[in-house]
């Protein structure tokens, strides 16, 4: 990058090299005038990112301001996507649900079951959900962070665009799976995002990026589904 | 220009550039058509359906399919990114996206005969000069074929109800009038000019005429309802 006295920085995203991820070259040519609107511009998923300027880098965590850490070691952990291998794990996050501790008796089921069992949700409940996931939001957007709430956002659907694809264009439940999987998502996002403590998403977020999709409330128990039919196999 | 019509492929950006910057800028045009409209979709169409969806199956759906659209949008911007097109943020989507989705009928008949819009235009650059596009498509049109298939799967359930067979009736009136447009005017030298360097083959009429073809064989033959009058010429 070229230093211009007095000028503004602008700001790229860039890999774990420091190549623009979306050249593969180092940085050049005009940037974007914050490193929040950098990142909300990226059109290439990659991961780990960082945001550079001529004043120098910034992680993702610190491009997105306070609560930034948690999404960066959220979108990290969706990256890394190790499953929780022990039966007591995926229990203790289930139960600790976006709209409070669920105590009903827990269903581990395969991804048809999980689809049978996200039709007969508790509607109340997933009201709940919905009405934390707007909360935080609106959090956000009270405190002037619309932007970074943006491209907090944008950078999880850019990964979550290769990470929760269904393997077959055809499978509906697959397809049903990885868009509770991306609502789920988006809400922690913005949760973790919003700083609120503890982070009522924390739980989850951490299923689904393990691999799981947490459906919920459903019939008397909570059920935990497979994301795929290959899933656990 | 050249006299003859571009009979050949061209196999990367390089291959574009050292054809001419005619051919970059009509490649260009077709791909952030597609950039925008991918976006604009989402937007206008996918994201509000979330919260109109019935349930939350439906709701789940709507989410991916959304998602998938965004995703849509992205890959193509890689592409004329690597094309090196330059903003492809500016213009304005096409005229459809300016419908106002109300109801959860209205997404369903939208994705059955909007998107068929959009796998009719997709399907055309499976022969495109330019490969890389070429490419994308391929691995794009097995979502958009899931979102027209989506969207036809739940038009039939709602036409089989009484209650809302009148409401997808209104929809496919009011849907088909909309995208009409979607193909580009009859007299078009964007076309000529995509057309002359074998970026697509068909005149935007002939595109226009497959997608009422098929939006008709669904509506009159498959759901049982009238579809309505269209002339395939349109000149704004």
Redesign the interface.
Known sequence: MTAVAGAAPTWHVVDGEGRDV??GRPPRGPGQPSPASALAAT??PAWPLAVVSRHGRLSVAGALGPGGDRVQHLLGALDAGSPFAAHGDVETMARAAPAGRIDLPLAIVALPAG?EA??R?EPEW?AAVDRRRTACRQHLVTAGREDDMEAALHVA??M??GH???DD??D?DA??????R??LLAGAVVSALSGVDPDPFDGWARLIAAGWWPVGPSDGRLVVSASSPAFGR | MTPAPFAGEVVDEAAAHALGEDYVRAVGKVVISHVRNELAGAAAFDEPA?ALAP???E???????A?EE??HH?KF??LA?ELEIGDTSGGRALSVFDYQLSSWTEFVVLKALVDLAEVVLMEELLTTSYLPLRNLVVKLL??E??HV??GKAHTREMVKDLTTAPLVQDAVDDLVRFTVPFFGRSVSANNETFRHWGVKHRTNDEARGEWVGRCRDFVEDELGLRFPEVDPHWNG
Not at chain 1, 175 to 180: L, Q, T
Not at chain 2, 59 to 65: D, Q, Y
């Open positions: 979306s050249t059109p290439v689809v996200a039709m949700v997933l659907m850019l979550a665009t929760l694809d269904p264009d055809t509906v397809h049903v799976a990885s868009g509770a991306l609502w | 979330i349930g939350p199956k709701k789940w759906l709507a989410c991916r399919i998602m965004y995703g992205l911007q890689r990114s097995p979502e074929h899931f298939s989506f």
